[in-house]
């Protein structure tokens, strides 16, 4: 449907105007948009809870019944009768009650507010005898007191002593997007998304820290777990609407209970769920997200003109001769005309006409036209909730669809179902089935992913009569198109065409559900049995057709040609080339857990103890076909054995294949118990104690457990008599020390071994992994916790303070070694670093306004992190090691895990070299000046920390009557950045350019004015790597960002007379940008080298009823 | 009370849970694919990875200093300054990966191997397994131990070699045992003492070439003798390798010639590849499609000799060299080939006085070079030093980018060939004179911080 919206919107709307362009698309889509929409309104309304009665017979004498209502633990009765025909009355204040019937047959409805209606329907003369009796119950109240769900516990925010924050279902609609984890964003404090970031660290998928850094070289993700399991499924998968509230365990106290993999925090999901004894609830969401089009401007790119002009500079020298001289490698557009002047096929006056012609074109516009649109993403969801004494159930659906700049789109259908049943008094059964099917389709390259003869291109997109232009990727086209004689297929690139012609796609499937027995011995003890199965899997296919480019150059390059007779023999048959791969995600979770729950005298006793076994399975396996088409369908067997030549190169080689297999399994073993016990509701002390083994490979069986546990203590002074602060009613502290883990299945301690086969002979063969290192052994992570949670009066103010320290110790790190002993790295990895980590979360909520129309509140989440390397076993570590950019984890002692550094600077010389220092005196010898850096780091200044010290969030909410504005504004302070400026060899052997080029130092003078090097030949990389790693290219990345705001009109249901109970219309705009930078140049600190993300608009309904 | 029995019920049971099947439950593969090696099958795969014991873990530093290519002035310019250091002989600070690196991976191998061996015990039943992976490993190890040795020590002076300093001698898998440089005629008995013991272990015949067999550890022996200057004891390996396998092919018309004027001439595993390794990239220097063959050079090779059309190619003005039998156009065969031994062996019998037998030898492989339309004029020489001279010149033409020139160049300046290398740079010239210490190339610089041994 959508491809084919395109096809009518390319057509209809204006291709060169982006605001009649955006409008076109906005009607376009929201007709789409709309049309289901209202399906979806006009079915929900004509549903109708009541029985319909179709015939109504009038009673020849109306009968008198009488009846008595009983409502457990109720003081007070008089409950509102209403009968279809009969009008209405009310019981007495004891439950009393009697009506005269007229009409059979006739419902009568109980109702009163807190109170479970219930419905009664009289068909035949029996159902009037008397006395009717009707007992009624307490509604439970879908909007309660947030709980804090640990994932193993409900509990209220005042009965744990760890640092926990939850985000409730309103925060987390205050984002939009697809992804769960991007709407707790700046909606808690603690948690921040790391950018710019790539180390190398296994399991680090989300990005996502909480307090920071708990290891070196160890998995950085946070803990996922998904309704009392942990998730390992993507995370993509879970549809935003369904999530009740996500709370984030921060503290050892609170991770502590997930053992060995909390180390780095716990993010615990909680989908919504009926209760019993809940009135029917519909709940929906619908809304649509339209994005502007990226500014390819704002990359920092050299312009056509200076690139050309720096080509020419490199081929005067004879850069290019190599290429030019093999005869086929690619030359980008210039080289080949100056290639062509030197060769006299070309004049100076047609040279520069050409060469003209490409200075004045535009390719970023061309590309914006040719491969960018406006993204939309639409976004529907419908939850029912309904509850009776004895059953509740919630179904939900979602449907998410997405169109991203370049055309790509992906898709999600989600469906769950949970039901919870009361079997007997003491027993009961929870059931839940979660289904995903998301699929995504590759759509059109994005700016920068097709280079031209490996360079920055500035080649046209198509010729002046619109046709597509060949692209030199890997080839010449003079050299390809004449050297099969016109056998051979053309050899030649079209970015216009190929995307067309290469289609990437996936597919991904998931059914989670669980099952769990809880039977009640007595009211204070209870056993829950629980099992959780998950399985994902999903599909990736790479289609190439017979016009791709991928094919083509495959095909031709294993083609053999017969000179004499013209015949081409195909080792790569004719037609396309399609690689799929599956991967599929098991896993399976039981538990056994005993809950103890009891009030003695003033004190109270809650305690869990349990077992936990875990097995999770990761296979997947790749193929590759050959001599592909779709229809009618076809391939043909290729051997991927055999050696063949290269057409060009001449060099033999196999057919590339992707075929693979693989599997990965792991298990967990599982003992916990937690208990706190509070006296008087004034002091409160818990604690935990965990024991988790796993399958470590190579690991002794005794290192494979790992003990983990926590204390805490509680303290509610504002309960104490002799407290005495009247505007501070609400004061309580809290302290706890725990010790989570870290383990990451992949280190090992024995020498490890992979099989696998030789491509070269087809012998088996055994590969050594890793060298033995006996003494490797589990991470250890200790943290301390203080908090301090208030309220004052009428909870204008309230909040929290914890200050938090946390010391990892045993962590793994890599050390460069002698590698005499094994050549196959420099770096071993062993339990060489020690790690400190301390700071701050505070939350603030305040009511500013309140009462009346107009209403002010204001949410602040403010975190302070600071981490350094204590102890590293490893000598070889200095300030050298930090010269990168501080983009990678890198413990030194005494710095921050993540941190920068610069070469002392001493400007440019008379020559336009950039000068460094060597024992304290100006130099240029760089490779001198690299050695002084890593011996003894005397010519390198330590900058700071490369990852925000101070970041949150605050959010002001403005409501005038029934329109609230809201608006969040993040920071991050205290950190530096690297920013990127012009490299030569760079520049020279890949293309890659940069604006600094054009302010670089030309003539003798210009030293005073710029720090940018001058351009010499030969080309020099360590001089390159010194002005890169320099301080002068070190800037601060201290920030504040516009996130979102937030428009929504609540529309009066009650006075409007809607059949709703709630109905918000939202307007949400996102990614805003940055309002404050503190660096000069403009550059965003979280899209260094990138382009910043656009801006979305969202406009959106939901409402309940 | 009823809730206490249930209590104490429930508790026992999950402590009976906790004792029983953990170990079990737990001893499952995390990945289906890893193993700890401890099987003698487990053995022999780790030493049939060819990936880390055969391809592309040669040195090439010495092929890049030799003279056998030359690179022009506007491409060196394209170069890292690295690799224009490298190729003025100037004394550079490198760093991992390197020649070193690539070498001691398999000597790892090896050593890992020998000491699974060790607890491995031989039998009747695995005896001709275990004798081969022994053997196999003993080999890699000399293997190794003798290019590097080649390369980053000074040439076998008998004199000075007690005290020269070579390589690290590295016999355990243990990365605890600190590495020290062993004096070069230590580091020369070691290479030969593991290759003796490697042929009385290995096979005849290897399954697969990139695997070492007997004929492998005699041609191995027979370089190093050549190379400490023990011609008689050369001669006698080179004979004993050649009894085993004397294939040579015929370039006129031989199936393993896939054309004379193609990209690639070679088929790989051709029959006179007794050893099959590839050379490491190294700094550049030696990639073929960058690197000029010396002028004069190629001008000796007469136009009836095939490997004038077999071993290079025009490109410009130039040529470049495509004759390895590794069978492609970017990478170096640097393993054992009859080739070699044939001219070894002939150099030998000159050495020893046998100017006929030496020249028989290195006619019958000319004639194999030679096109077979035009008849070939067998070489004849007058004494000893013409017929050393002769074979010389076809050894450094026959085994052109098989990263034999350096050591070669070594030995025959030891014994006063007084031959200078000239490099142009630009207007400027550089010299490397005969014996220069340089000839020991430096060692990476990180080795030399982390392992605190001496520098060349």
């Not at chain 1, 419902?107 to 068909?123: A, D, E, M, Y």
């Not at chain 1, 709980?147 to 984002?175: C, F, H, W």
């Not at chain 1, 200790?782 to 204008?796: E, H, M, S, V």
């Not at chain 2, 020893?352 to 077979?372: H, P, Q, T, V, Y």
Request: overall charge positive; charged content about 20%.
């Amino acid at each position: 449907m959508w491809t084919d919206l395109l096809l009518v919107l390319n057509s209809h709307c204006p291709q060169k105007n982006y605001n009649m362009r955006m409008i076109c698309y906005l009607w376009l889509r929201w007709k789409m948009l709309f049309f289901p929409g209202l399906l979806f309104l006009v079915l929900l309304t004509s549903s109708d809870v009541y029985a319909q009665e179709n015939r109504l017979e009038k009673l020849a004498v109306p009968v008198k019944i009488s009846g008595k209502i009983i409502v457990a633990d109720a003081t007070e009765n008089g409950i509102y009768i209403r009968s279809k025909t009969g009008g209405t009355s009310t019981s007495d204040s004891v439950g009393n009650f009697s009506r005269m019937v007229k009409y059979l047959p006739d419902t009568l409805k109980f109702s009163k507010v807190g109170l479970f209606p219930i419905v009664r329907i009289l068909r035949k003369m029996e159902d009037l005898k008397s006395p009717l009796i009707i007992r009624m119950v307490a509604e439970v109240k879908v909007l309660e007191e947030v709980q804090v769900n640990t994932g193993y516990q409900r509990v209220k925010p005042n009965e744990i002593n760890g640092a926990v924050s939850v985000i409730d279902e309103r925060m987390l609609s205050a984002r939009t997007g697809t992804n769960v984890l991007d709407r707790i964003l700046g909606q808690t404090s603690a948690v921040l998304l790391n950018t710019g970031k790539t180390n190398s660290n296994p399991q680090n998928k989300t990005g996502i820290s909480i307090r920071g850094l708990g290891t070196i070289n160890g998995p950085l993700d946070p803990l996922i777990v998904l309704d009392g399991f942990i998730y390992e499924g993507d995370i993509n998968n879970i549809n935003p609407f369904d999530i009740e509230s996500v709370s984030v365990l921060k503290d050892a106290s609170a991770s502590s209970i997930w053992g060995a993999r909390a180390g780095n925090g716990v993010i615990v999901i909680t989908s919504k769920k009926a209760k019993l004894n809940q009135s029917l609830n519909v709940s929906f969401n619908a809304n649509a997200t339209i994005r502007s089009l990226p500014d390819l401007n704002s990359l920092s790119e050299m312009t056509v003109a200076e690139n050309i002009e720096a080509e020419k500079f490199l081929f005067d020298n004879g850069f290019f001769n190599n290429r030019i001289n093999n005869g086929y490698a690619a030359l980008s557009p210039a080289v080949e005309l100056f290639l062509a002047r030197r060769n006299g096929k070309l004049s100076d006056a047609e040279l520069n006409s050409k060469l003209d012609a490409f200075r004045s074109g535009n390719l970023k516009q061309d590309w914006l036209n040719e491969f960018y649109t406006h993204a939309l993403t639409q976004q529907y969801g419908l939850n029912i909730r309904s509850g009776t004494a004895k059953h509740a159930y919630s179904i939900t659906g979602g449907l998410d669809n997405a169109y991203d700049q370049n055309y790509a789109v992906s898709k999600r259908y989600n469906l769950r179902f949970s039901n919870d049943i009361v079997i007997t008094p003491k027993l009961s059964l929870s059931t839940s089935l979660n289904l995903t099917f998301a699929s995504t389709k590759s759509g059109r390259p994005s700016y920068g992913s097709v280079t031209y003869a490996g360079r920055q291109p500035y080649q046209f997109l198509r010729d002046a009569s619109g046709n597509p232009i060949k692209w030199a990727q890997t080839y010449r086209p003079s050299f390809v198109d004449t050297l099969g004689n016109g056998k051979l297929l053309d050899w030649n690139s079209y970015p216009t065409e190929d995307y067309k012609h290469a289609i990437a796609m996936t597919s991904r499937q998931e059914i989670l559900g669980s099952v769990a027995l809880k039977y009640r011995f007595t009211d204070y003890l209870d056993l829950e049995a629980g099992y959780q199965r998950q399985k994902q899997s999903g599909t990736n296919v790479q289609h190439f057709d017979t016009e791709s480019y991928f094919a083509r150059n495959v095909i031709n390059s294993f083609s053999q040609l017969n000179r004499s007779t013209g015949v081409v023999k195909y080792i790569v048959p004719l037609g396309g080339i399609l690689n799929t791969g599956t991967s599929e995600v098991n896993s399976a979770t039981g538990r056994l857990q005993l809950n103890f729950n009891k009030n003695i005298g003033v004190s109270s006793i809650t305690a869990i103890m349990g077992t936990e076994a875990r097995e999770g399975q990761t296979i997947g396996n790749g193929n590759s076909v050959y001599g592909y088409r779709e229809d009618p369908l076809v391939y043909q067997p290729v051997d991927l054995v055999g050696l063949y030549p290269h057409f060009i190169t001449g060099t033999n080689q196999q057919v590339p294949n992707s075929l693979s297999l693989t599997s990965n399994q792991y298990r967990f073993l599982s003992f916990y118990a937690n208990a706190s016990y509070s006296y008087k509701g004034k002091y409160r002390i818990s604690g935990s104690l965990r024991r988790d083994g796993s399958n470590v490979f190579g690991a002794e069986t005794n290192d494979k457990w790992k003990p983990l546990w926590s204390v805490g203590l509680g303290w509610s002074l504002s309960q104490e008599d002799f407290y005495d602060i009247p505007w501070l009613p609400v004061l309580r502290l809290s302290a706890t020390y725990g010790k989570s883990g870290n383990v990451d299945l992949s280190k090992t301690a024995q020498a490890v071994a992979v099989a696998s086969t030789n491509t070269l002979n087809n012998l088996p063969f055994i590969r050594i992994r890793g060298i033995n290192n006996p003494e490797l052994r589990w991470e250890e992570l200790g943290q301390y916790n203080l908090k301090i949670d208030f309220a004052l009066a009428k909870d204008r103010l309230t909040g929290s303070f914890s200050v938090y320290k946390k010391h990892g110790s045993d962590l793994y790190g890599s050390f460069l070694y002698d590698y005499t002993t094994w050549g196959g790295s420099d770096e071993l990895t062993r339990n060489v670093a020690d790690m400190e980590g301390r700071g701050f979360d505070a939350e603030l909520h305040s009511r500013n306004v309140s009462g009346g129309n107009f209403k002010w509140s204001t949410d602040l989440y403010f975190s302070q992190n600071k981490s350094k390397t204590v102890k590293y076993y490893a000598a070889n570590n200095n300030l050298s090691k930090l010269l990168s950019g501080g983009r990678e984890i890198t413990p030194v002692v005494g710095l921050p895990l993540y941190s920068i550094s610069g070469y002392r600077w001493g400007g440019l010389d008379a020559a336009g070299n950039p000068q460094g220092y060597l024992n304290g005196v100006l130099s240029t010898n760089y490779s001198a000046i690299a050695t002084e850096g890593r011996l003894n780091a005397g010519n390198i200044n330590y900058i700071g920390p490369a990852n925000p010290v101070y970041f949150g969030s605050l959010i002001n909410s403005f409501a005038y009557k029934n329109l609230t504005v809201s608006f969040n504004i993040s920071f991050k302070l205290g950190y530096f950045m690297k920013k990127s400026s012009i490299g030569y060899f760079g520049l020279a052997n890949s293309g890659i350019t940069n604006s600094d080029y054009s302010s670089r130092w030309q003539k003798p003078g210009d030293e005073q004015f710029t720090d940018i090097p001058s351009f010499t030949y030969p080309l020099n990389s360590l001089r390159d790597s010194f002005y890169s790693a320099a301080e002068i290219n070190i800037v601060p990345a201290d920030q504040i960002r516009l996130d979102y705001v937030n428009l929504s009109y609540h529309l009066d249901a009650e006075r409007w007379r809607f059949p709703f109970r709630s109905l918000d219309v939202y307007l949400n705009s996102s990614d805003l940008g940055v309002i404050w930078r503190a660096n000069k140049f403009g550059l965003d600190p979280d899209n260094l080298d990138r382009i910043s993300p656009t801006r979305g608009f969202t406009l959106g309904i939901r409402g309940s009823f | 009370m009823n809730s206490n029995k249930t209590m104490i019920i429930l508790a026992c049971f999950l402590i009976v849970a906790m004792m029983t099947s953990c170990k079990n439950f737990l001893s499952l593969k995390s990945d289906s694919k890893l193993l700890v090696p401890k099987t003698l099958n487990d053995i022999q795969g780790i030493l049939d990875d060819a990936g880390q014991m055969n391809i592309g873990k040669t040195p090439s530093f010495g092929e890049a200093s030799a003279d056998d290519i030359y690179i022009s002035t506007s491409n060196l310019n394209s170069y890292s300054e690295l690799a224009r250091d490298i190729y003025a002989w100037k004394k550079v600070d490198y760093r991992y990966p390197n020649d070193w690196s690539n070498a001691y991976l398999p000597i790892y191998n090896a050593n890992f191997c020998l000491e699974l061996l060790d607890e491995l015990p031989r039998d009747e039943g695995n005896a001709k397994g275990w004798d081969n992976a022994k053997g196999s490993a003993l080999f890699f190890r000399s293997f190794y131990f003798f290019l590097l040795t080649m390369q980053f020590g000074h040439g076998y002076n008998a004199s000075t070699s007690n005290s020269d300093p070579g390589i690290v001698l590295r016999m355990t898998s243990d990365f605890n045992v600190k590495s020290v440089r062993s004096p070069v005629s230590e580091c020369l008995q070691r290479a030969l003492a593991d290759a003796t013991e490697a042929a009385a272990l290995l096979l005849e015949t290897p399954v697969s070439a990139v695997r070492p067999s007997k004929a492998a550890a005699y041609a191995q022996l027979a370089r190093i003798y050549l190379y400490m200057h023990n011609y008689s004891a050369a001669l006698n390996y080179a004979d004993k390798c050649l009894k085993i396998k004397a294939d040579l092919m015929d370039y006129n018309n031989d199936t393993d010639v896939l054309g004379l004027d193609l990209a690639v001439t070679f088929r790989k595993f051709n029959k006179e590849t007794i050893f099959y390794t590839e050379m490491g990239t190294g700094f550049g220097l030696h990639t073929p499609s960058l690197s000029r063959i010396d002028t004069n050079l190629y001008a000796s090779y007469n136009v009836n000799d095939l490997r004038r059309r077999a071993f290079f190619r025009i490109n410009a003005s130039f040529q470049q060299f495509k004759g390895s039998y590794s069978s492609s156009a970017s990478t170096l065969f640097s393993g054992i080939a009859t080739d070699e031994v044939y001219l070894t062996r002939s150099e030998c019998r000159a050495m020893e006085g046998d100017i006929e037998g030496a020249m028989s030898d290195l006619n019958f492989l000319l004639k194999k070079r030679w096109k077979n339309t035009v008849s070939y004029v067998p070489l004849i020489a007058m004494d000893k030093a013409d017929a050393l001279r002769k074979i010389r010149l076809e050894r450094r033409k026959e085994l052109l980018m098989r990263n034999l020139r350096w050591p070669d160049l070594k030995r025959y300046n030891l014994e006063g060939a007084g031959i200078t290398l000239e490099r142009n740079i630009g207007a400027t010239k550089h010299f490397l004179p005969p014996n220069s210490s340089y000839y020991a190339l430096p060692l990476p610089t990180d080795i030399i911080e982390e392992a605190g041994i001496p520098q060349n």
